[in-house]
């Protein structure tokens, strides 16, 4: 089944703590986004790859983190969490950088910084 | 800049009635428009999309049309279930560069039997 997983699903933290949000998809595809969806404010983006070694940040980079050493995986480091990232968050995967193209989404993790 | 105004939510409906949710943007170039949604407690998924002028998207009862002359993209359903309640979501995605997708505050839709 073509699909972008997320883990974990939910996660409560405190001030400081690195931690990092896995992303994977199966569907070979070469462009991946990390969003964060806040009440009022809709998707943000908060960085996005075109392929393996090639990231640029989104609207909304400030705290976070990413790599892509691999093409199926895009993790979303925050290395000093604080309560403003609070925030629900989405991996997306699309195949290319094609206006037409389609993204597909993953579940979302729901993270609460305290 | 590139920008995607959508209706206030929340809306609610009373099962069978018709819907609209609208939604307007400002673009240069020639971009893609999609409608996404979110059923709760899940990710966004594709609802549909038109990728030029006058083209019409569909899928699953849900219509909108790709209006150049008034940048809009409108929602609309003829006759609503309650298994439609969700948070919608009007895109556009941007031609040139590399091809950024600009998202909608979102509407939330709720359906009463």
């Known amino acids: 089944e073509a699909q972008v997983t997320q883990n974990p699903r939910y996660l409560i933290t405190v001030t400081g703590k690195k931690l990092t949000v896995t992303c994977s998809q199966n569907?070979?595809?070469?462009?991946m986004s990390w969003y964060r969806q806040d009440p009022g404010l809709g998707l943000r983006q908060i960085y996005y790859s075109m392929n393996v070694e090639v990231t640029d940040k989104g609207d909304v980079p400030e705290g976070y983190k990413v790599s892509r050493k691999e093409k199926r995986n895009f993790p979303l480091i925050l290395e000093s969490p604080s309560p403003n990232q609070t925030s629900l968050y989405f991996c997306?995967?699309?195949?290319?950088?094609?206006?037409?193209?389609?993204?597909?989404f993953g579940p979302g993790t729901r993270l609460t910084v305290l | 800049g590139n920008s995607v105004t959508q209706m206030e939510g929340p809306v609610t409906l009373s099962e069978e009635a018709f819907l609209t949710i609208n939604c307007t943007y400002t673009?240069?170039?020639?971009?893609?428009l999609f409608w996404y949604v979110q059923y709760p407690g899940e990710g966004l998924q594709l609802l549909l999309k038109a990728t030029k002028a006058d083209d019409k998207g569909s899928n699953k009862g849900f219509e909108a049309t790709y209006r150049k002359e008034t940048t809009s993209f409108h929602l609309e359903k003829g006759s609503v279930q309650v298994s439609d309640s969700a948070v919608y979501f009007c895109a556009l995605s941007h031609s040139g560069g590399y091809q950024k997708v600009t998202f909608g505050t979102g509407t939330k839709l709720q359906v009463i039997p």
């Open positions: 997306a995967s699309r195949l290319s950088g094609a206006r037409t193209d389609t993204q597909y």
């Open positions: 569907m070979n595809h070469e462009y």
């Open positions: 673009a240069t170039g020639y971009p893609s």
